[in-house]
């Protein structure tokens, strides 16, 4: 039999090593490796014990065959080749596209990472029939074996038995077992069983009728489906226009055709309400993925989506690597969100991940918002994507009365609360009409930062160029490595004893609202009461169901969520992200504020919005107050056009790292000295990071624009080769592309 041969990436995130190795694989193990597989390999002249992975078999040796060292073991359990296959060849279009090494690419989109075990149940069964073992029973009696005749009878009655029940309920030792079966009465044997998720009821099944629109855009999809047309589409509704229906449509049309589905979701915290909604529709064949899954949890889901089990997975980014055979459709969902982008390299965007995938497999892309990304309706427009709107609500209601209140005014009142006095009117009469209310702020902690109003000192984080937050609790709390100190009332640096807080967290707010609303029931909804994987639905369950009137929370209670009775949503300080140093500032506040007027009046009662700011002349503001998504573009396109960001011109950040400054600094003048071949007007830095200092590392930052990607992809692998070739210590680089 010829040889085989493994190219393997190991399991080092090193440039240097960024390469694969050959290895020999031994007849027994030929079965059960595939592109894709996680492997044990022998490493360096001491043969140490790494792993990687498997990302190609070929029967050609690359060097001499005597040298070639064989494949310890394959440590991946049972996958479908061709998926793995596609997972391998989108990592290298990552690694390429976005910078790092190829195993950093491998170890996003093969997502098991860990060396899990499948779960096993180990159960007993009779091997003899039914008289034969009713006469052993009757000899094990004569005989005095009593714990034998308890087995044996125990078989008899119910057919097989679960083997801990043996030993733990009928307290029979294994000897016994062992016995038994040397004996040939009994046989033992295991069941593989699935590690699944915490359940939804399926409910009743239902199936809506689509609105006319709804139907125009789904009729058009199947047409172009059915003709093999592939091209990404963008479906543009406003909030409550049933985006969902049209996405359970479209699913249902892939899957009849016998292709799976992914649907990207971008927050744990709508995971609950989709999946109860997918459930209603596909039953069983659904199942959903989110951070707070276990790693076997998460092994087990994966392990059902590539045998074919199930047909459409939900989750946030890491879904879109299900290693689905048959993948058909990937929808993502609020495709505006910030979340999509990985925060670790490589620094992907799941929209542009999704795309390649989708070439890969021969599928399609659906993107849906209420407000679509800058970059995606760019694309639209361009012809790109194909555009699909929705611009009326499914309810007679019509969108929410929105009201816009200048807080500055408030303030000359003499109204110093939090509540301005539209919303405080507005929020005692929904309690007295049993009506729901949510408040909503972009900030989590009991407040902003900590400063002396005499010397103007701010609390900061020794370890971090960040200021400290104030928690409940009487901490001061970092929010980036965690670092904690009490909180004193005398200045450190002045001895000052007017220190002030910047009071604009969720605590603060259930606060105010449970001291001026004191017979209402409030639910706070955030990262800190949301810290386990099923806190999230039990919140948003509990008022769903009417068990509070109030729900206070940041931008996870804004995102998708459909409650019939909230019919009031107050935005509390709506400037907080508009003021960013972030060329996407207005985008996101804009974002955010449609988003959060959008969950009011979603069903028979019609709803109202306040929006509190100090900034109401703002066109991001005013846009969202007038829920015109296309007022917003055009000035938003148009301050791009004037600076040249993207989508108009693209950008590439470069990060710098490094203890100590002067190597930082110096390592950021040779990147930005090799793009200034490249684009030499277009070149800031290196300078500063905005987070200069993080857990005791300085950082600088080199940002290089060009209208040309595949420029900047270029500039990338310069800098990436000039770090190969040179030892760079203990400096580390990352890039960013249109950050």
């Excluded at 807080?407 to 009469?429: H, Q, V």
Aim: charged share 30%.
């Amino acid at each position: 039999m010829s040889e085989v041969y493994a190219d393997v990436i190991i399991e080092i995130s090193h440039e240097k090593l960024d390469r694969s190795f050959q290895y020999s694989v031994l007849e027994e193990l030929r079965d059960k490796l595939v592109i894709g597989s996680r492997v044990l390999i022998p490493f360096g002249n001491g043969n140490r014990e790494i792993k990687g992975y498997c990302v190609g078999i070929s029967d050609i040796p690359a060097i001499e065959p005597s040298r070639i060292k064989p494949l310890k073991a394959v440590l991946t359990a049972e996958r479908s080749k061709e998926p793995e296959e596609q997972l391998v060849e989108l990592a290298v279009w990552m690694k390429h596209h976005y910078g790092g090494t190829l195993i950093q690419s491998l170890k996003v989109v093969l997502p098991v990472k860990a060396d899990i075990k499948q779960k096993e149940k180990r159960f007993i069964k009779l091997a003899v029939s039914l008289d034969e073992a009713k006469v052993f029973a009757l000899e094990c009696r004569q005989k005095h074996r009593a714990a034998m005749e308890r087995l044996v009878l125990e078989l008899i009655e119910f057919g097989e038995t679960d083997y801990s029940l043996v030993r733990d309920k009928l307290n029979i030792s294994m000897t016994t077992v062992r016995a038994l079966e040397n004996k040939g009465i009994i046989a033992l044997d295991t069941k593989k069983l699935y590690r699944n998720p915490e359940g939804f009821e399926q409910g009743e099944v239902k199936h809506t009728l689509l609105t006319e629109d709804q139907q125009r855009i789904v009729d058009d999809f199947h047409k172009n489906l059915s003709m093999g047309l592939m091209q990404p589409c963008l479906l543009n509704g406003v909030t409550g226009s049933g985006k969902t229906e049209v996405y359970m449509e479209m699913i249902a049309d892939v899957v009849k055709s016998g292709k799976q589905a992914i649907m990207l979701i971008p927050e744990i915290a709508l995971t609950f309400q989709t999946v109860m909604r997918f459930m209603k529709r596909f039953g069983d064949r659904v199942s959903y993925l989110h951070s707070k899954l276990s790693a076997g949890e998460r092994y087990d889901q994966f392990l059902r989506a590539s045998r074919g089990e199930i047909d459409i997975m939900i989750g946030p980014r890491s879904a879109l690597f299900t290693p689905f055979p048959r993948l058909g459709i990937i929808i993502i969902d609020e495709e505006h969100e910030t979340s999509y982008k990985a925060e670790n390299m490589p620094k992907y965007h799941a929209r542009d991940v999704a795309i390649e995938r989708a070439r890969l497999a021969e599928a399609v892309v659906v993107m849906g918002s209420a407000t679509p990304s800058v970059e995606a309706s760019f694309r639209a427009m361009r012809g790109e994507y194909r555009l699909y709107e929705l611009k009326k609500r499914i309810s007679d209601n019509g969108l929410p009365m929105v009201y816009t209140v200048d807080m500055r005014a408030e303030l000359e009142k003499g109204n110093r609360t939090i509540f301005s006095d539209k919303l405080y009117s507005l929020i005692e009469d929904r309690l007295q009409k049993k009506e729901q209310t949510i408040l909503f702020i972009n900030r989590r902690g009991m407040a902003g930062f900590v400063s002396c109003r005499k010397c103007g000192h701010v609390s900061k984080c020794p370890h971090c160029d960040v200021s400290l937050i104030l928690h409940k609790n009487g901490k001061l709390v970092c929010h980036y490595c965690g670092y904690e100190e009490q909180f004193t009332h005398v200045c450190s640096e002045c001895g000052s004893k007017y220190i002030g807080t910047m009071k604009a967290g969720t605590e603060q707010i259930e606060e105010a609202v449970k001291k001026s609303f004191p017979i209402a029931k409030v639910l706070r909804l955030d990262a800190d009461t949301a810290k386990n994987k099923n806190d999230y639905s039990k919140i948003l369950s509990s008022f769903s169901n009417g068990e509070a009137d109030i729900l206070v929370g940041t931008q996870m209670i804004v995102k998708g969520h459909d409650f019939p009775n909230v019919t009031l949503v107050g935005v509390l300080a709506a400037d907080l992200s508009l003021y960013t140093n972030d060329y996407r500032a207005g985008e996101r506040t804009f974002d955010l504020l449609t988003q959060a007027a959008g969950r009011a009046g979603r069903a028979e009662k019609s709803g109202e919005v306040v929006i509190q700011t100090y900034s109401p002349e703002h066109y991001a503001v005013a846009a969202s107050a007038a829920q015109d998504y296309n007022k917003f573009y055009d000035e938003e396109i148009g301050f791009r056009k004037l600076c040249g960001y993207p989508p108009i011109e693209h950008m590439l950040k470069i990060l710098i790292e490094d203890k100590n400054p002067d190597s930082a600094m110096k390592m950021g003048q040779i990147l930005a000295g090799l793009g200034q071949k490249s684009s030499p007007e277009k070149i800031i830095g290196p300078a500063p990071d905005t987070l200069s200092k993080l857990k005791d590392v300085f950082r600088f930052t080199v940002y290089i624009k060009d209208s040309n990607y595949e420029k900047l992809v270029g500039i990338k692998d310069d800098c990436e080769q000039w770090r190969q070739s040179h030892p760079v210590g203990r400096t580390s680089v990352q890039f960013d592309f249109d950050p």
